[in-house]
């Protein structure tokens, strides 16, 4: 008995370990998951949730300012969206909401971010639907490519791509 509850445990963790492999970026499931793994409470869960948020943030401030160094109309078109128009609070309350609808599950959590604050902004409908449109394809071609390829060779290909198409 104790084997065969060893091998079904086993089988758990490893079934878990796979799925994480192609894992490239966070969506609504790691966001709910945040919920059911973090123990302390209400206040522990808003910690990390905001962590989170204020990292992709810090990311995208750090990207923007390489760009702005190279190039400024550049950097400040690629990166006109306003995404402290909400705040840390609110934008996770939005983001529970967004996550309740099981269709936008498979959203990474950074276009999330874009859709929560383009509604914020009362941006039109339609143009929020066709963000939402193509995010998803983008992220499910992006999985494809991966599960086909392999996610060490599409990284090496599109290092290759950016890197001048040396080696």
Same mark, same amino acid.
């Given at each position: 008995?104790?084997?065969?509850?060893?091998?079904?445990?086993?089988?758990?963790?490893?079934?878990?370990?796979?799925? !994480?492999?192609?894992?490239?970026?966070?969506?609504?499931?790691?966001?709910?998951?945040?919920?059911?793994?973090?123990? %302390?409470?209400?206040?522990?869960?808003?910690?990390? !949730?905001?962590?989170?948020?204020? %990292?992709?943030?810090?990311?995208?401030?750090?990207?923007?300012?390489?760009?702005?160094?190279?190039?400024?109309?550049?950097?400040?078109?690629?990166?006109?969206?306003?995404?402290?128009?909400?705040?840390?609070?609110?934008?996770?309350?939005?983001?529970?909401?967004?996550?309740?609808?099981?269709?936008?599950? &498979?959203?990474?959590?950074?276009?999330?971010?874009?859709?929560?604050?383009?509604?914020?902004?009362?941006?039109?409908k339609?143009?929020?639907?066709?963000?939402?449109?193509?995010? !998803?394809?983008?992220i499910?071609?992006?999985?494809?490519?991966?599960?086909?390829? %392999?996610m060490?060779?599409?990284?090496?290909?599109?290092?290759?791509? &950016?890197? %001048?198409?040396?080696?």
């Amino acid at each position: 008995m104790k084997i065969i509850i060893t091998l079904i445990l086993s089988a758990n963790l490893f079934s878990q370990v796979l799925e !994480k492999t192609n894992k490239l970026l966070w969506d609504g499931t790691d966001w709910k998951n945040i919920e059911k793994r973090a123990s %302390g409470g209400t206040k522990s869960i808003y910690q990390i !949730k905001s962590a989170y948020i204020s %990292g992709l943030l810090d990311g995208r401030l750090y990207y923007y300012l390489k760009a702005w160094a190279k190039d400024r109309q550049f950097a400040d078109n690629l990166y006109s969206d306003k995404l402290d128009y909400l705040t840390n609070r609110e934008t996770i309350r939005q983001l529970d909401r967004f996550y309740s609808d099981i269709l936008m599950t &498979y959203v990474p959590v950074v276009s999330a971010i874009i859709i929560v604050h383009m509604e914020a902004e009362q941006v039109s409908k339609k143009t929020i639907d066709l963000y939402i449109d193509q995010t !998803k394809f983008w992220i499910n071609e992006l999985r494809i490519n991966m599960e086909e390829e %392999g996610m060490r060779n599409l990284l090496n290909q599109k290092q290759k791509k &950016y890197s %001048g198409n040396k080696k």
